[in-house]
């Protein structure tokens, strides 16, 4: 951000100068020279920050693909977080589904598996509940197969 707001600064400090000169500048061979340096100064100005920006893109490119010292690339490291940020969320959007048809359960276990490389799934749900919630057995299967699909595995403590 800071390269950007100094080539904002020399590029507007470059125009109010070009006009200024060219003002005094009464001659027409003269104006005309001194309109083709600055033009070519001003293109400078624009073209040498984005040749930068394009380079360090094409470097983030190809560090993205480089491997961390677990053997992971970057990619895998990134998937791998947001893999386990959705089976938290999914965990704590079932315990509430749960909560909000007025059933208290201990705990929900997710577990996530690929299908491919860019698709996700459930493949199985584990919800821990006590001694006093086990008549509520069938409902919590109901709901559960309502809005995830998937037939879950009830556990007693």
Known sequence: ??????????????????ALLSNFVTDGGTKKLLRLVMGAFMVCCMVVPT????????????????ALPGGATVD??????????????????????????????????????????????ISDIAVTIGTEQEGERDRITQITETHFTVRPRIITE
């Open 76 to 121: 895998e490291a990134f998937n791998r977080q947001v893999t386990a940020q959705t089976k938290l969320n999914l965990e704590s959007a079932l315990k509430d589904i749960l909560e909000q048809n007025g059933i208290s359960i201990r705990r929900a276990e997710i577990t996530l598996a690929l299908t491919d490389e860019s698709h996700v799934i």
């Open 1 to 18: 951000m800071r390269g950007l707001y100094s080539v904002s600064a020399v590029v507007c400090g470059s125009a109010v100068l070009i």
């Open 51 to 66: 040749a930068r920006a394009i380079s360090g893109i094409s470097a983030d490119w190809e560090s993205g693909s480089s």
